[in-house]
């Protein structure tokens, strides 16, 4: 596998444009679409919240339709939540102006949004968006960056990666883009992503593929706990490299998944990295837990803990709050078994043995705890199981963004 | 009931001191005790988390054995958590000061901590602690006063409260004090709290009652989702109003119940707009819902939303943060039914109408929030049961507290 330059329209036949609809900022682009003329197989994974944005209701309705997927509009500003039957019109409407537009079927077109919730889309300039973004698409690199900047929010960073590998002697691309930043809480994939790709493979497989990795990438990053209406996570393959089709989970689906992997997990750690706020990313590796879904509970209730985030920022190797959080996961666990670590480009230092407190360099804690990215290393020496979760630090900005969000 | 002026001191037979022990802090007080030379029956409530202190494992025990309980020897600045055997060692020999300072057995002395997690306590200050506050031990209101004072940590406000009532004829007080402003969140008591009556009771009953009133109230608040792993609620009841005592869930029980909910409630309330960095008290008021766990569930993911909290920081009439809460709280609904309104003394507001938006006054919306309690009612025209959480705002001054706790 290789990592190459670009996003969405890394891979054959994809295509993107970014457009200014006036949504609700003024000053920037709002609207974006991706677009394949060669219709794809899709899979997505949605928000688990029972508060479901219109949007998620009727990409839902597509991946499950077994219909191919042409595109996805998206759009900033306004998230088309609890909007009622209106805001499901509003995704109808959206999807038939691209089929006006390009000549594909509406049932083809995602839709997705994010911003405030509980306001109506105003879908004439949505709809006028549309015929703009259908003008302007381009499979340049610039379109497919342009695209992921236009649907960002309080993101601060472009999210966006492509790789390149090889199934079956055929070189297969794929490109990704997301956005998230705050309302961010690994209960589905927790923002908005969008992964593009010229692989050949059954729908089957593609979903299969999709809803495992997101386990151990998407759903596990936590900005402040709040798990959004609007989460998508949607994949598009139009087969375009023309490798042997994946029909069975074969080495060709081994190398996909895996190249899946670290799209998802780059992503993952990216937006972790830039929630709402943050100084840095807060990385928590549970090792030796006695079973997979205990390692991914202890290791998201401890980068989703506040005190936990809080004493990231603060660079004090507070220690028991960690072993705190992890007592209120609902993990059953012996305190007597744990090892606790903080670690870091920094260096590496134990703070918790077993029931016990080690003589440890307070100085050199807090050293460690100053790089970009801290991890806290937990041995549970229970069993062999593993997980590793991303968040970040608790700031005064991010209580800033959020009593200021929509004045 | 009426209200009276005190705390633990208020009902007869019970006494309290303070003392400045030099644990942590240089400069105030860190020890407090609670006493009746009269036996107690005692009842508790403590953590859920798995990682309890040394002390909730001690309080465990003597609650459990049905022994009677003299008192309480608490301390602020250290938690004597994740301490192993040497943390359990120091609760004994605690309790063991008391029995050489006063006379009663070691075993009917509970203890309890609140501080940082993680490291010993200093014993010999502790132990000499004791002797200072048995010499010191008074039953007037300044007393009960100082010792409630004595055991803040980042709290900014002393929380006590007193009341009496009638029972059988007879006059019976009841008083309590706690404490709790960080690391508070609903599974069970989240903090210290000690309520001392003498009403004559079974140990059955005491312990029913209060393990049925703390699920309304302190098992009701949050401010920050950190369920600590001190959380200690204790009640002393040493039966010297010679009421006859109540050995059934008859008339008195019930009045004895109501005024020990009204005593919960109020130090709960007062906790939760104590939290850390708060500037004002959120309530949400969960009524008409399926069954009444759902409705605490509700009350509880909408006062424990960040962004929730952010929001009611910036008076901003965000409701959809509300709904999105309520969405991932686990508990199944349909938003067409639910009907959410913001309500203060400065007024009352429908935001949200069974999935559609109401026209409604953003202005008068922003000056409701401005209030010192702001209550979101939430109707979810589905069933009968209703429940109320509390919580308070996020703002900058949490995380200012929290990231330097330590240093």
Redesign the interface.
Request: a negative charge.
């Given at each position: 596998m290789e990592i190459i330059e670009g996003g969405v329209t890394a891979a054959k036949g994809f295509t993107a444009a970014n457009h200014a609809a006036g949504i609700k900022y003024t000053d920037r682009d709002d609207m974006a679409m991706i677009f394949s003329k060669t219709p794809c197989e899709c899979a997505g994974t949605f928000t688990?919240?029972?508060?479901?944005a219109a949007c998620v209701l009727w990409d839902t309705d597509i991946v499950k339709s077994g219909s191919p997927m042409h595109g996805v509009v998206i759009n900033a500003g306004i998230?088309n939540?609890?909007?009622?039957n209106e805001g499901f019109e509003a995704c109808i409407k959206t999807a038939e102006a691209v089929e006006e537009a390009l000549g594909v079927p509406y049932s083809t077109v995602a839709v997705a949004s994010t911003g405030?919730?509980?306001?109506?889309l105003p879908i004439d300039k949505i709809v006028n968006g549309v015929g703009a973004l259908s003008n302007k698409l381009s499979d340049t690199i610039e379109a497919g960056t342009m695209a992921s900047k236009a649907i960002m929010t309080t993101d601060t960073v472009n999210k966006e990666v492509a790789v390149t590998f090889t199934v079956g002697g055929k070189e297969v691309t794929m490109g990704a883009m997301s956005k998230g930043s705050?309302?961010i809480?690994p209960?589905m994939c927790t923002m908005l992503g969008f992964i593009t790709t010229n692989l050949s493979i059954s729908k089957k497989l593609l979903q299969k593929a999709l809803s495992e990795v997101v386990k151990d990438t998407f759903n596990m990053i936590t900005v402040?706990?709040?798990?959004?209406?609007n989460d998508t996570l949607l994949i598009m393959a139009n087969g375009l490299a023309e490798n042997k089709k994946i029909e069975s989970e074969n080495e060709d689906y081994v190398t996909f998944k895996e190249a899946l992997l670290y799209v998802c997990e780059n992503l993952a750690r990216r937006m972790a990295a830039d929630g709402e706020g943050a100084s840095k990313l807060f990385t928590a590796k549970v090792v030796n837990a006695k079973t997979k879904e205990d390692a991914r509970v202890l290791a998201r209730a401890v980068v989703?803990?506040?005190?936990s985030k809080?004493?990231i920022?603060?660079c004090?190797a507070?220690?028991?709050?960690f072993?705190?959080?992890?007592?209120?996961s609902g993990?059953?666990?012996d305190?007597?078994k744990v090892e606790l670590y903080f670690e870091s480009e920094n260096g590496k230092e134990k703070?918790?043995d077993k029931?016990?407190?080690p003589e440890f360099d307070e100085a050199k804690a807090a050293e460690i705890m100053k790089a970009s990215e801290v991890i806290v290393l937990i041995d549970m020496n229970d069993g062999k199981a593993s997980a590793t979760a991303w968040g970040c630090d608790?700031?005064?900005k991010?209580?800033?963004?959020?009593?200021?969000?929509?004045?």
């Open positions: 688990s919240n029972v508060v479901k998230a939540a609890c909007t009622g405030v919730i509980g306001m109506q705050g309302m809480h209960n402040d706990g709040d798990t959004s209406t989703g803990s506040n005190l809080a004493a920022y603060g004090d507070n220690f028991g709050r072993l705190c959080a992890m007592g209120y993990v059953d666990f305190q007597e703070v918790f029931g016990s407190l608790l700031t005064e991010y209580v800033e963004i959020n009593a200021d969000y929509r004045s």
